[in-house]
């Protein structure tokens, strides 16, 4: 059974980091594009980041440029969100994902197949 198990979530104050970690069991990230979005209360789920089967390609919401940061390891099996200079509205809950479409680098919610649970990230004072 594919599964994908986000972590790191948590409180934070303004200004803050966190480090968000999506690992898989059940099958190798490798040849997945993997993408994190989030989704906050009464809001549409949104795309924050993704990364490419072959770490090449990155995309991150513009409004996100220079604050997080995507990254995978591929000997861990795992996909990272580095999040700097938290802001309030980056509460959400965040959820990463899988493309098997792998050929084809995309960010959107309609082109991932495989969803994690989601982890809650809170940043409040």
């Known amino acids: 059974q594919l599964q994908l198990v986000e972590s790191g979530g948590g409180l934070v104050q303004p200004g803050g980091s966190l480090r968000l970690s999506c690992a898989a069991s059940?099958?190798?990230?490798?040849?997945?594009?993997i993408g994190w979005f989030r989704q906050a209360p009464g809001k549409e789920r949104e795309a924050v980041s993704c990364?490419?089967?072959?770490?090449?390609?990155?995309h991150y919401d513009d409004s996100l440029k220079g604050r997080f940061t995507i990254s995978r390891d591929y000997a861990k099996n795992t996909v990272y969100l580095q999040m700097n200079s938290l802001k309030p509205e980056d509460s959400a809950v965040y959820f990463c994902?899988?493309?098997?479409?792998?050929?084809?680098?995309?960010?959107?919610?309609?082109?991932?197949?495989?969803w994690g649970q989601g982890t809650q990230v809170t940043v409040s004072s």
């Open positions: 994902a899988a493309d098997s479409f792998a050929v084809k680098f995309r960010c959107f919610m309609a082109g991932y197949d495989y």
């Open positions: 059940g099958f190798t990230l490798d040849y997945y594009n």
């Open positions: 990364i490419s089967s072959n770490g090449i390609s990155t």
